[in-house]
Each structure stands twice: as structure tokens, then as C-alpha cells.
Nanobody
């Protein structure tokens, strides 16, 4: 499998939107994680590429949408808040069961990350 490559980070004001993308390959489960300077890496959203089921952290529900087209994973982020400021990572694995858990330890393939800054 090839490397995962994220794009789309940047700086926005509160309430703004960003769309992250991640080019990868054919995995069974893709996810987005984030890590800020104050917190450990946490799961944001994931998608089971076979069933199409999606899973979200409580902080992302209603504001973020994960989707996939061919070998590109997206994360549409709307109504962004300052607490969303973090480095966002694309991750993937072949274990479909891990999608619902959104645990860092279950994902074996990672991108380098893309920075998202939300100012108040």
C-alpha cells in the first residue's frame, strides 16, 4: 500500500469550514484523527469502505462529515471552533471492526498530518 497524504488544512475563523483530503489506497477502514498541543491523539471520524458505515466522535457529530471517493478520503468540517485547532491525521487499516472503535492503536497506516487552526 502506498503512503497516505493529507491536504486541505489551513486557518479559518470560528464558524468557518475546511475540507481535508487524503490520498491513499484500498483499505477497509479509513479514519481521521487529531492531536493538539494539549491533548493526546483522538479519533474524529471513520468510515467502513465496504458497508459505507460512518462513525464519529461526539465532538464531530453534526459538524464533520467523512466520505470517500475512490482512493481519496475526505473530512468536511463545518462550524469550526477554536477547540478544533489541531494537527489532523489520515489513518487506515484493513480491520473493518476497528472502524467503530476509533482507536489509534488499531490503525497501522498514517499520513504526516495537516494543520488546522481556528481563531476566535
Amino acid at each position: 500500500q502506498g503512503p497516505l497524504m493529507e491536504a486541505g488544512g489551513g486557518s479559518v475563523q470560528t464558524g468557518g469550514s475546511l475540507r481535508l483530503s487524503c490520498k491513499g489506497s484500498k483499505y477497509n477502514c479509513w479514519g481521521w484523527f487529531r492531536q493538539s498541543s494539549e491533548n493526546e491523539r483522538e479519533g474524529v471520524a471513520s468510515i467502513d469502505t465496504r458497508s459505507g458505515l460512518t462513525y464519529y466522535a461526539d465532538s464531530a457529530k453534526g459538524r464533520f462529515t467523512i466520505s470517500r471517493e475512490q482512493d481519496i478520503l475526505y473530512l468536511q468540517m463545518d462550524n469550526l471552533k477554536p477547540e478544533d485547532t489541531a494537527m489532523y491525521y489520515c489513518a487506515a487499516n484493513f480491520m473493518r471492526a476497528s472502524c467503530a472503535r476509533l482507536r489509534e492503536i488499531d490503525f497501522g497506516y498514517w499520513g504526516q498530518g495537516t494543520q488546522v487552526n481556528v481563531s476566535s
